[in-house]
């Protein structure tokens, strides 16, 4: 029978900005910021819990849970200085499941 693993999961983490889809809706009297108003980079502090059942030598099953606290702001120093909000973040929650496979054991 396998056993169960625990891990934990604590440090920086960067994400990149891949694409940026801001539309704005004609009903509302949101003010809509620019696209180029948006960050590549955003920096964080990463933390969560993974427990994983390895029912053979090479394999193991994966379910966790991942907090991601976004440090750095959204928005570039221009988007602020033209009155834009400077205190939009990310924090992000994710559940996950997986599964590992290891080769050469």
Same mark, same amino acid.
């Given at each position: 029978? $396998? &056993?169960? *693993?625990?891990?934990?999961?604590?440090?920086? =983490? &960067?994400?990149?900005?891949?694409?940026?889809?801001? =539309?704005? /809706?004609?009903?509302?009297?949101?003010?809509?910021? !620019?696209? /180029?108003?948006?960050?590549?980079?955003?920096?964080?502090?990463?933390?969560?819990?993974? %427990?994983?059942?390895? !029912?053979?030598?090479?394999?193991? %099953?994966?379910?966790?849970? *991942?907090?991601?606290?976004?440090?750095? !702001?959204?928005?570039? /120093?221009? &988007?602020?200085?033209? $009155?834009?909000?400077?205190?939009?973040?990310?924090?992000?929650?994710?559940?996950?499941?997986?599964?590992?496979?290891?080769?050469?054991?």
């Amino acid at each position: 029978m $396998g &056993a169960v *693993h625990a891990s934990v999961l604590l440090g920086p =983490s &960067a994400a990149v900005t891949l694409s940026t889809d801001i =539309s704005e /809706d004609s009903n509302s009297q949101t003010e809509v910021l !620019p696209e /180029d108003s948006v960050r590549r980079i955003e920096l964080g502090m990463a933390s969560g819990l993974e %427990l994983g059942y390895s !029912p053979g030598t090479a394999s193991r %099953l994966t379910v966790g849970t *991942h907090y991601d606290l976004g440090l750095s !702001p959204l928005t570039t /120093d221009a &988007a602020v200085e033209q $009155g834009k909000e400077d205190d939009l973040r990310n924090d992000v929650l994710a559940l996950t499941i997986g599964y590992t496979y290891s080769f050469g054991r």
